[in-house]
């Protein structure tokens, strides 16, 4: 099964818990402009649903696409659950008329997808595959004619191939690519897309890609290694972000998705509270931090002492080149407490007994929905958030009359829906929530046994059910609400 290391071990393996910090002035104060059991969300809210390529695709052969690591690494039958791979997943590059049907059904507003690099560059650079951009032009038609917002993440994963010859993102080389290509992306979209994601959760495929390797490229680097691909994927962000502005139309708008350390204080005391936000900032200081505020912390950077990433002043202003928004995946929560000794806070471990969804790395915790975009626009005065991701695996089972009844996935999204929503009428500027997912889907090295949809997929026939969990999203979306 898939070796999901919990996003904050990576912290964790450096010490970051344990030196000083520095806290930047807290944000405005939350004047709360709602009426407390207001279950409604602001006019206009966006609703949509998030998938990415090599997760929904297949036909990975198809339209001179090139391969990607994901093709090599899931090829070899020992590095995915049962030796899954991505070749047919949903079908979606045949289906995706049909997919955004079932969209369109639920009332969705908004659909956030991925761009498979290879299929534009199947090198990764150099010349442009002459059908590449056929099948996204299609599905975004498809998309603008039933009046789908789409979101459009540059990179989601699935590196060229090709570019490992030079070490992947070790190399800045590929940082370079990556910004040729989203010059491209921008040029070719921006006429029907208005929003661009660079990056789609950078820590998660820089430890499990490069330090763990357990998800593709599967290399397992030192510290001091892995510290500099995570530095070259952000001056990627960087560069990309300034070449979508560079090459897309005037008023397209450019993020990332970051799955941010979601820390939660254990009590909500004012003590704990503060704790957390400290913590916010440094167990984020490798991506978010650096992103928002152009420099690594002090903390950090001690922390890693000899490891620490070597990098010019020149690239910290590419990466923290301003955003239109900041996406936030936000999943399992981190428990932290006050402490006496710098810098100030602890990550409380969760017990054995800690309540999980379906993946094992998902504890429940609906808190940090409230606390991660709170925490972040206090300490940056973010524009505007987007939850870029958010959702639960069940153990789905069709009954005999094949509906999915799956009641944990809706206490999962009522129970963090809920703290979106405390969040917003206290003034935090969240403008939309992408469901993660739209439909069951390759679940990288947990292949199709871990089911993340509010779509059942029957993989042997193709066809979609939605799910009980697909008409609880429906009626969210209707009521603009909760109640
Ligand atoms: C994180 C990733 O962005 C996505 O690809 C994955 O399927 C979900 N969250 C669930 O693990």
Known sequence: MRVRINRRDFGRLLGLSASAATLPAAGAPNPGNKMAGDRKFPAGFLWGTATSAYQIEGATGEDGRGLSIWDTFSRVKTNTYTGNNGDVADDHFHRYREDIALMHGLGIKAYQFSVSWSRIFPEGKGAVNPCGWDFYDRMLDALLAVGIEPFCTLYHWDLPQALMSGGGWQSLDTAKAFSDYSANAAKHLSDRVKNFITISEVSTFVDDGYLYGSDAPGLKLSNAQVAQVAHNVLVGHGLAVRAV???????????????????????????????????????????????????????????????????????????????????????????????????????????????????????????????????????????????????????????????????????????????????????????????????????????????????????????????????????????????
Not at 263 to 282: F, G, K, L, Q, S
Not at 459 to 483: C, D, H, M, P, W
Request: aromatic letters at 12%; hydrophobic letters at 40%.
């Open 245 to 483: 502005r560079a090459n897309a139309r005037a008023g397209t708008k450019v993020g990332i998705a970051d799955n941010a350390v979601s820390t939660c204080p254990v009590i909500e005391t004012r003590e704990h509270i503060d704790a957390a936000r400290i913590a916010y900032r440094e167990e984020n200081a490798r991506v978010l931090t650096v992103i928002q505020e152009g420099r690594y912390t002090d903390h950090y950077l001690k922390a890693l002492g000899a490891d620490a990433p070597k990098f010019t002043a020149e690239e910290l202003q590419v990466i923290s080149t301003p955003l239109d928004f900041t996406g936030l995946n936000i999943y399992e929560p981190t428990w932290v407490r006050a402490s006496s000794t710098a810098p100030g806070y602890e990550v409380v471990d969760m017990p054995k007994s800690y309540p999980r969804m379906a993946a094992g790395w998902l504890e429940f915790g609906p808190d940090g929905m409230y606390w991660s975009p709170k925490f972040a626009h206090e300490l940056w005065k973010l524009k505007d958030i987007y939850i870029t991701e958010n959702g639960a695996a069940s153990w789905d089972v069709p009954t005999s009359t094949g509906e999915v009844l799956d009641t944990d996935r809706i206490l999962f999204l009522r129970s963090y829906l809920t703290q979106l929503l405390r969040g917003i009428n206290e003034c935090v500027p969240v403008k939309g929530y992408f469901l993660w997912t739209l439909m069951d889907n390759y679940e990288w090295t947990d292949g199709y046994a871990m089911r993340f949809g509010i779509t059942y997929v029957d993989y042997k026939t193709q066809k979609r059910t939605v799910k009980l969990s697909g008409e609880f999203y429906k009626e969210v979306i209707a009521r603009n609400g909760l109640a």
